[in-house]
């Protein structure tokens, strides 16, 4: 198994036969994909993580591409990979719950909306959304502030972990074989017969090319020759409230989206608590993930107006994530055979929900520039940890402590997390390089007191798994 | 596995330990105390400066002083459990626990939340920014510092001016890391010899990516700035450990966000009683330790069969207190009441009223501070109207 986080890349005197840039959910589940092809395949990232970029900051829900644009490849692949994802999770042990989702109509002009997101659901293939009247959505949702007029139900949009998903990709696909370069930004791209890559640890030679590079596929695009589309950073803030808020709400509560705009959620999270946000601000710095005081204060507004109570509630986390925005209506996946290249370009939100889909989708796009696909096996399954609070965790699981009582020892107390899983995240096939990887692993010094409790604890596990 | 106690305590600081050890010594069956942490004692382990232990002796530093209470809880016959953790509730009087030897459902008949209190850390402070390391809070820079010998930073600020900051100051210099300001919103604090006080001041903004390069300030007047550091530690901003209390139903009073109760320190849910700074955030150890002693005659009065009593008049506060505990008037105060301003007065007068009848008004003898607690005498809770409308403190 090769992870690498320093140094000159291994160089084995072969090129690569496929080369994915960036290791976010998409390409961490293409790497997977190929895993299970006889080839040499590499997976890279500028920073020192999977899933670090605009992956870890994603809303979280696993959806149903009800109200995609109909007959675009989004739709599709959302669709396919819903599916697909689903089966994937439940073998993976990635936790995922079905709660549900409700566009709340606020207004006239939203009530008015619901009928024509029925029929585009329809048109989505999916034909479970029912448009519910005011007083069903309030005994659904008791807590819904005032003003409700009717929404629409989408039985089927679940709660999914983001972080666990991105990991179980890599961790599957290292396990088969893929080379994992981290801290490996690429720097520039000679295009031939292999593709050179300057990488910031030095050149990597390979044969194909996909770029899921996300913010940065763009600036990829351009180093060999193609300008299809720029991609701008959309801003999404989002406040994380505690688990203690867990109890107010039931569904996903999704904007009714206007003229306006995909506007503000409010969702319950795997983790047992909940979110509001994100906002949408179109910056210029791909690097400007900080929150602002404006984009909270606006958070606070639109949350109180959907859930006056979460408002009294603890805030946990507050966190900004970048999307991929080219000002495109759909996925921008290109394939230019002739380059033996493919771009995985404006993955939004939806990349999640899509990421197999698109994997397998890119795996026949490199199969028309020439890459051999035959003599595909399963590669062995992975068995994640879990995090998600409505499954067993070690803390609640009497045969695991007996067994070990390293999982009976809680280290951070807020999220239950116990010195096993710690010690386990700590030696895994991708193991965190920083306290924050470790926090997507594990949940550890995630909860409501930050470490003021843990954190130091938590801090000492990590420095002493480094040396 | 099933265990049955006649008292559960949870959470092994002062409070909770005080307590143990009055009923041990007093014969109350079975005593025990739940610590999550690997060592009991609470926050006072954890502060490595001198001052603690009874007058006219106060020299102990907190590790003694927490040392002590664990052995005379210990010795009074009280167990004491580290490393277990109260993760819910089986049943009103039933808590289940985890730790290394397995789950456990222990029952009680009187069961008491000493958890304690933490601080606010950034996040729940809404200040924005990046997520860089090496922003943090008091407890966390103590546990670093004095617990696990982990390196800090080399140019802290610290955000707050109350005791527990100037304490931080004190610790981060003493692990070599040097102090660059220590700000307050407020308009005057104590200061560090040697660190510059910012006043009326405010982090706006926390930037870094990957570690921490500094805060962006702003005065009330309006004026802006700079401070480089690669560490905060935001200090003070207590809010009670409260998560035990809610997953029981037991209702919080929403001033001091921790359990509502009465002089008793008896909570809304019968059987569960509430001490030290569980109820208040932070108060001195030694006021929580004698909060936890005072408890225990009500708690063994319950286990003899005393009735529950209803919940009676509320007592609430109104701008600029934020808040007071006890929380309802069941029966005559014992003990003084304490009360919280936000707002700091130099001649404060307390006045305490029922259904538009003044029961009570005094000029205090000091000034009222957002650090300090007041301490207004009980007796005339004797006055207020046991079935009549909320008692409301006001202080002008």
Not at chain 1, 219 to 242: E, K, N, S
Not at chain 1, 382 to 396: C, D, Q, W
Not at chain 2, 91 to 108: D, K, N, S, V
């Amino acid at each position: 198994m090769t992870v690498t986080r320093s140094g000159p890349l291994p160089d084995s005197g072969d090129p690569y036969d496929v080369t994915v840039v960036g290791a976010g959910v998409v390409g961490s589940a293409i790497a997977r994909a190929l895993a299970r092809l006889p080839l040499r395949t590499a997976l890279i990232d500028a920073s020192d993580d999977v899933g670090s970029g605009t992956s870890k900051a994603n809303t979280a829900i696993l959806h149903t591409g009800f109200d995609a644009v109909p007959g675009s490849l989004e739709s599709r692949l959302v669709r396919d990979g819903q599916r697909l994802l689903a089966s994937y999770a439940a073998q993976s042990g990635i936790p995922v719950e079905p709660v549900g989702a409700l566009l709340v109509a606020w207004n006239e002009e939203q009530l008015a909306a619901l009928p024509a997101l029925a029929d585009k659901a329809v048109r989505n293939g999916y034909r479970s959304a029912r448009i519910l009247a005011a007083a069903d959505v309030r005994s659904r949702e008791p807590q819904l502030g005032p003003g409700v007029l009717g929404a629409l139900h989408i039985p089927d949009e679940s709660l999914i972990c983001p972080w666990t998903t991105t990991l179980a990709y890599a961790t599957q696909a290292v396990r088969a074989g893929v080379h994992l370069h981290l801290n490996c930004p690429v720097l520039s791209v000679t295009p031939g017969e292999p593709h050179t890559l300057t990488t910031g640890r030095g050149p990597l030679r390979t044969r194909h090319l996909v770029n899921a590079a996300g913010l940065y596929a763009d600036d990829i695009d351009r180093f060999l020759g193609h300008a299809d589309f720029t991609v701008t950073p959309r801003r999404g803030q989002l406040i994380v409230f505690d688990e203690l808020a867990r109890g107010l709400l039931r569904h996903i509560l999704l904007p009714v989206p206007d003229a306006r705009g995909k506007g503000v959620l409010v969702t319950p999270t795997v983790y047992g608590n909940v979110m509001l946000g994100p906002t949408a601000e179109d910056l210029d710095d791909k690097t400007d993930t900080g929150s602002t005081a404006e984009g909270l204060a606006l958070l606070r507004e639109k949350g109180r107006r959907i859930l006056p109570a979460l408002l009294d509630e603890e805030v946990t986390a507050v966190y900004a994530g970048l999307r991929a925005a080219t000002g495109q209506e759909d996925y921008a996946i290109r394939a230019h055979p002739r380059q033996r290249y493919v771009t995985v370009g404006g993955i939004r939100s939806t990349g999640l929900t899509a990421s197999m889909a698109i994997a397998d989708h890119v795996v026949d796009l490199l199969a028309e520039g020439g890459l051999p696909v035959t003599g595909a096996r399963e590669p062995d399954p992975v068995r994640m940890p879990n995090l998600g609070e409505a499954f067993p965790r070690p803390y609640r699981d009497a045969a695991m402590i007996a067994a070990d009582p390293d999982y009976g020892r809680i280290v951070c107390h807020c999220e239950r997390v116990t010195r096993g899983e710690i010690r386990d995240a700590l030696a895994s096939t991708v193991a965190p390089a920083s306290p924050d990887g470790l926090r997507r692993r594990t949940r550890a010094r995630g909860g409501r007191c930050q470490g003021f409790h843990c954190g130091a604890a938590v801090r000492a596990l990590f420095e002493e798994a480094r040396r | 596995m099933d265990v049955r106690v006649d008292v559960l305590v949870v959470g092994a600081g002062p409070a909770g330990l005080a307590l143990a050890t009055r009923l041990a010594q007093a014969g109350a069956g079975r005593v025990e105390v739940l610590e999550r942490e690997q060592h009991a004692g609470g926050m006072p382990y954890h502060l490595h400066h001198g001052g603690f232990g009874r007058p006219p002796r106060p020299w102990l530093d907190g590790p003694a002083y927490a040392r002590r209470w664990v052995r005379d809880a210990v010795d009074a016959g009280a167990a004491v459990r580290t490393g277990v953790t109260a993760t819910g509730w089986a049943g009103p009087l039933c808590l289940e626990t985890t730790g290394p030897a397995g789950l456990e459902r222990i029952t009680a008949r009187a069961v008491v939340l000493a958890t304690g209190a933490r601080e606010r850390p950034r996040s729940a402070r809404l200040v924005p920014g990046s997520r860089p390391q090496g922003v943090m809070t008091t407890g966390e820079l103590l546990r670093s510092v004095h617990q696990h010998a982990l390196p800090v930073g080399r140019r802290a600020v610290v955000v707050g001016a109350e005791p527990v900051a100037r304490h931080a100051a004190a610790v981060l210099r003493g692990s070599g890391t040097a102090v660059a300001a220590m700000l307050t919103e407020h308009p005057y604090a104590a200061a560090v010899p040697g660190v510059p006080l910012l006043t009326r001041t405010t982090v706006t903004e926390l930037r870094g990516r990957g570690r921490l390069t500094g805060l962006a300030i702003r005065h009330r007047d309006g004026r802006t700035g700079l401070l480089g550091c690669d560490t905060v530690v935001f200090t003070g901003d207590w809010i009670p450990e409260h998560e035990l209390a809610r997953r029981g139903g037991v209702p919080l009073d929403p001033g001091t966000r921790g359990p509502r109760v009465d002089a008793s320190f008896r909570t809304e849910a019968p059987g569960v009683f509430a001490v030290g700074n569980a109820l208040h955030g932070i108060e001195r150890a030694a006021t929580a330790a004698r909060e936890g002693a005072a408890a225990a005659a009500p708690v063994l009065a319950h286990l003899e069969g005393a009735p529950w009593p209803q919940p009676g008049p509320a007592l609430e506060v109104r701008a600029p207190l934020l808040w007071v505990t006890p929380n309802r008037i069941t029966g005559t105060a014992g003990r003084p009441l304490l009360l919280r301003s936000g707002a700091p007065l130099t001649a404060p007068v307390v006045t305490a009223t029922q259904d538009g009848r003044t029961l009570w008004r005094r000029r205090l003898a000091g000034p009222a501070s957002p650090s300090r607690s007041l301490r207004v005498p009980p007796r005339w809770t004797v006055r207020a109207d046991r079935t009549g409308g909320p008692v409301v403190l006001t202080l002008g």
